[in-house]
């Protein structure tokens, strides 16, 4: 199935504070342009919406969020719920254009680390893919395996410590 720029009809004329444009880029890209905010009213819609490009026969999956002005945690939920399923099918997701407030939004969930960021579209090309987590590490004080998920701080289940995960999935002591 090619891209059929009716799917985003549906979202884009209810009442909500989101709008979806996509155009194709090449043979295997599609850019989704997100204008206005992926919140807790519309973040089912925007993810209902994205999971029918499953089947747009496409590899990249680009959002151009330039336009994007908020993010909220839920919808930051959507985006890593759409990083996982999309892995699942091959389909590499990029995060293009990223304003200031919502890539801090991502930074602060401990989120940031897990998604390929570009400038240009042609970044793409010659973007490594590649996700430091899920990864097997060890405690930093206990020196039992852990499973680290994302970057963020954690206390260790076996010494009740608490330890640090660097977004390059480094782990050290809380100093």
Same mark, same amino acid.
């Not at 090309?125 to 590490?137: C, D």
């Given at each position: 199935m090619d891209?059929?720029?009716?799917? $985003?009809d +549906?979202i884009?004329?209810?009442e909500?504070?989101i709008?979806?444009? =996509?155009?194709?880029v =090449?043979?295997?890209s599609?850019v989704v *342009? %997100? +204008?206005?905010?992926?919140?807790?009213?519309n @973040?089912?819609?925007?993810?209902n919406t994205?999971?029918k490009?499953?089947d747009?026969?496409?590899k990249?999956?680009i $959002?151009?969020m @330039?336009?994007?002005m908020?993010i @909220? @945690?839920?919808g !930051?939920? !959507?985006? /890593?719920?759409?990083?996982? +399923?999309?892995?699942?099918?091959n389909?590499?997701?990029?995060l293009?254009?990223?304003?200031?407030? !919502?890539y801090e939004?991502?930074k602060l969930l =401990?989120?940031?680390?897990?998604?390929n960021i570009?400038?240009?579209?042609?970044d793409? +090309?010659?973007?490594?893919?590649?996700?430091?987590? #899920?990864?097997?590490?060890? &405690? #930093?004080? &206990?020196?039992v395996? *852990?499973?680290?998920?994302?970057s963020g701080?954690f206390? &260790?289940k076996? &010494?009740?410590?608490? $330890? %640090? /995960?660097?977004?390059? =999935?480094?782990?050290r002591e809380? %100093?």
């Open positions: 891209f059929d720029k009716s799917l $985003f +549906e884009n004329n209810k909500n504070d709008m979806l444009l =996509g155009k194709k =090449g043979e295997d599609l *342009i %997100i +204008e206005g905010s992926v919140d807790t009213y @973040s089912q819609d925007f993810n994205i999971i490009l499953y747009a026969n496409i990249n999956l $959002f151009d @330039s336009d994007l908020y @909220s @945690s839920t !930051v939920g !959507v985006f /890593v719920s759409l990083l996982i +399923e999309l892995k699942k099918k389909i590499n997701l990029f293009y254009k990223v304003r200031d407030k !919502v939004i991502f =401990g989120f940031i680390s897990q998604f570009i400038d240009n579209i042609s793409i +090309e010659n973007k490594e893919i590649k996700s430091v987590f #899920p990864k097997i590490s060890r &405690c #930093p004080h &206990c020196d395996k *852990i499973k680290l998920t994302k701080k206390k &260790c076996n &010494c009740k410590k608490i $330890f %640090i /995960v660097t977004d390059k =999935g480094e782990v809380n %100093i």
